[in-house]
């Protein structure tokens, strides 16, 4: 007597379920291809030239994109000539009848581990190392380089904005130069954990790749930079 009520009701529950499986189904292909289109649209942002769009979502951009999705044209189209940076650092002790250390090289021995173990911190110290000089040498934009240009032939409004754009550059350029010094600090104390030092000697140096004719032959050399920025305040701070 129940029988054609438990079959109708079976009946009802696997089409109540069919169209259940085929929502959630729909709902994550849906969600899915959302979160796709916003993930590439947000890297598209991230990676494009600067324009007045990307200018005002940056923020929001970069609160993406970092730590995790961080990138640049480099990953796809990776730059040769870009030359190897290094910083070299010479100790000055407190202790006046101590003389002081010869050059060290600090960022050479993370090449060489980077170099045989890809995945290792290397990475990141040699970033550390090398990312004052942004700073100390910031790059100009075709904005700036219009507004110099300008000089005293511009207006009141345009000489203000080129003065706030030169002091700002150099306060840029004092704290790449405190970066460099509290950097060669460190490894000063890395190096020499007994002693007090005074001062601490920044430099630094690239050398370029050599000439892509000579790409086989181990014993070619590109051509080497030096930048001297003379001796810095030692300041105490956390060693690696």
């Not at 696997?14 to 649209?41: W, Y």
């Not at 769009?53 to 796809?76: C, E, I, K, T």
């Not at 060290?104 to 090398?130: G, K, L, M, N, W």
């Not at 007090?196 to 050599?210: F, I, K, N, R, T």
Request: hydrophobic share 35%.
């Amino acid at each position: 007597m129940f029988a054609p009520f438990f079959q109708r009701l079976r009946s009802l529950s696997n089409s109540k379920g069919e169209r259940l499986g085929k929502f959630a189904i729909g709902f994550t292909g849906l969600a899915t291809a959302g979160m796709l289109t916003f993930h590439f649209t947000m890297t598209l942002l991230y990676v494009e030239p600067e324009n007045p769009f990307r200018d005002q979502v940056q923020s929001f951009v970069q609160g993406y994109m970092a730590p995790y999705f961080v990138q640049n044209w480099h990953l796809f189209a990776p730059l040769p000539e870009e030359p190897s940076k290094h910083l070299g650092v010479v100790c000055r002790f407190a202790e006046p009848s101590l003389p002081d250390t010869e050059v060290i090289d600090v960022t050479a021995p993370h090449y060489e581990h980077f170099q045989r173990y890809r995945i290792s911190a290397s990475q990141r110290i040699i970033r550390a190392h090398v990312y004052p000089l942004m700073l100390v040498h910031p790059e100009k934009d075709g904005v700036m380089l219009k507004l110099e240009k300008l000089g005293e032939d511009g207006t009141e409004e345009e000489r203000a904005i080129v003065q706030m754009l030169e002091e700002t550059a150099e306060e840029s350029h004092k704290a790449g130069l405190r970066l460099l010094s509290r950097v060669a600090s460190a490894e000063c104390d890395r190096r020499f954990p007994d002693a007090q030092m005074s001062e601490v000697h920044v430099l630094y140096y690239q050398e370029q790749a050599p000439k892509f004719s000579q790409r086989n032959d181990p014993q070619a050399k590109g051509q080497v930079t030096t930048m001297d920025y003379g001796w810095q305040p030692y300041e105490k701070v956390a060693s690696y």
